[in-house]
């Protein structure tokens, strides 16, 4: 009786995967509107709704560094229906600080799809005496402790750069954080907070209208769009090398053939040239991994950033 029930449910969870989706499916966007999780999620999001008939709609749960939308998705029901833009903040940095998440990174997912991500930028209001990061090095120094940095809020990769670039540099710059690197860039216009380090994609519009002065990249080179703008490596600072990754994740359990059809959804979604457009511009360029490999992918992350994030002495909300 309990295999005639087995088999059962199997037939009966087989053939809902092979609908699927049929109805809406949310996406959470563990940052506030405006930031690059939220971008990135509702330019894929987008798409996938194009190719699939059905709406994916994007919903902004922030806190935490992003674990506030991630245990959400880690809790719900491993349906196919509720999904999560995870990324480096939320699944790498978060676990690592000292209050760690209440999920599991890897267990607790079903790492469905790399997004991509671009560098982070540290830039400065253009009414701050600094036009360059030696500049700026020589200012804080001349001020320990007066100047002020924002991010997107504790725990996420916006502080924790700023944080290796001020221990490396042995400066002290007090540090402002947001729920959400669109309000930090904000008060970096007002003149409420001297720099912001967030992702360029955030800031790339108010560093290219000159309302912001971009003093360095966390990216390898510099970006063919940004020919200005120098990296922290070639300033000295090798360590500071990194993007701000996002990516799509859900609960874990999610149906194997419901992840392969979404991993290839999301793939052709970031060649379209309805993504590459707006995204080549902010240095996010498309890749090809198929969900075992962003998994793995994750699990890399997470070895190569874990001590970098306990000796960058970053902490949670």
Known sequence: ????????ACFAFGTASADWPDRAVKIVAPFAPGGTADTLGRLVAAQLSERFKQSFVVENKPGAGGAVGSDLVAKAEPDGYTFVVSGIASHVI?????????????????HV????????????NPSLPAKTLKEFI?????????????????GT????????????????????????????????????????????????????GGRARALALSSEKR??????????????????????????????????????????????ALHSPQVTERTRHDGIAPNDLDAGQFTAFVQEELKRWA???KASGAKND
Do not use: C
Request: glycine share 10%; net charge positive.
């Open 157 to 208: 990769q916006g502080q924790l750069v700023a944080e290796l670039f001020k221990r490396e540099a042995g400066i002290s710059v007090v540090h402002v954080p947001y729920k959400g690197a669109a309000r930090a860039v904000q008060d970096l216009l007002g003149g409420q907070i001297n720099a912001v380090s967030t992702t360029l994609t955030t800031a790339s519009g108010q560093i290219k």
């Open 307 to 309: 001590p970098i994030v």
């Open 1 to 8: 009786m309990r295999t005639l029930f087995l088999l059962v």
């Open 223 to 268: 970006l063919p769009d940004y020919p200005d703008i120098p990296t922290f490596a070639e300033q000295g600072y090798p360590n500071i090398v990194g993007t701000v990754w996002f990516s799509l994740s859900g609960p874990a359990g999610v149906p194997a053939d419901i992840v392969s059809k979404l991993n290839a959804a999301v793939r052709e």
């Open 94 to 110: 978060a676990p690592n600080l000292p209050r760690g998440t209440p999920y599991d990174p890897v267990k607790d997912f079903t």
């Open 138 to 154: 020589a200012l804080a120094k001349q001020q320990p402790g007066k100047l002020t940095y924002g991010s997107p809020g504790n």
């Open 113 to 124: 799809a790399l997004f991509g991500g671009p560098p982070a930028v540290f830039a400065v």
